[in-house]
């Protein structure tokens, strides 16, 4: 089965650049998104079709990507940014399927 | 306001079935793709099924695939999914999640219900 691939944490201080991989075999043919989930709540949005921002995501999140690699960047972190981070793209194997990455766990020391 | 309101999950057994609703309120319900997506305790998120606005086109995870059937009706603005033959690895947060689009599978999910527990369990 078709797997995207992300870190499973990141640690950063505040007002450092944060940088989420998220690898594929697939990724250079489709569109990546990008999703915020933070605990307790459902997952929201932060990045479609690999750089665009959603209306409401703040302009210091931007996207990516470098051949198999994706890359969700958080410029001047925010202790509000802390959270999980999930990849979402089409599975390569699966027709008509969608697939997730395994998520990357944001903190914000 | 834009909304997506899961229900209908609980505890039952292995083998059993469950019927997980979503209505959707404050859009155009019938003109977007529809997916759920499920989140084992602990655990990342993981895509079950999506269906088109016209459920011209479906899809389902491996995992599901001819246990659970995925459906809709949009002149109640409501999104189904149907859960046959339970298994234990079936327990989970349910979540429904609206395409930005027409098509299930293009351009990702923009708005996300609150979920509902499923708990498979005997």
């Known amino acids: 089965s078709y797997e995207l691939t992300q870190p499973p944490s990141v640690s950063v201080s505040p007002g450092q650049t944060a940088r989420i991989t998220c690898s594929g075999d697939a990724l250079p043919k489709q569109y990546v998104y990008w999703y915020q989930q933070k605990p307790g709540q459902a997952p929201v949005m932060v990045m479609y079709?690999?750089?665009e921002r959603p209306s409401g995501i703040p302009d210091r999140f931007s996207g990516s990507g470098s051949g198999t690699i994706v890359t969700l960047t958080i410029s001047g972190v925010q202790a509000e940014d802390e959270a999980d981070y999930y990849c979402?793209?089409?599975?390569?194997?699966?027709?008509?399927?969608?697939?997730f990455g395994g998520g990357t766990k944001l903190t914000v020391l | 306001e834009v909304q997506l309101v899961e229900s209908g999950g609980g505890l039952e057994q292995p083998g059993r079935s469950l019927r997980l609703s979503c209505a959707a309120s404050g859009f155009n319900f019938d003109d977007y793709g529809m997916n759920w997506v499920r989140q084992l305790p602990g655990k990342g998120l993981e895509w079950v099924a999506g269906?088109?606005?016209?459920?011209?086109?479906?899809g389902y995870a491996d995992s599901v695939r001819g246990r659970f059937t995925i459906s809709r009706d949009n002149a109640r603005h409501l999104l189904y999914l149907q859960m046959n033959s339970l298994r234990r690895e079936d327990t989970a947060l349910y979540y429904c999640?609206?395409?930005?689009?027409?098509?299930?599978?293009?351009?990702?999910?923009?708005?996300w219900g609150q979920g509902t527990a499923v708990t498979v369990s005997s």
């Open positions: 079709k690999d750089n």
């Open positions: 269906l088109n606005w016209n459920s011209g086109s479906i």
């Open positions: 999640a609206k395409a930005v689009t027409g098509d299930y599978s293009e351009y990702g999910m923009d708005v």
């Open positions: 979402q793209s089409a599975d390569n194997t699966n027709t008509f399927g969608l697939v």
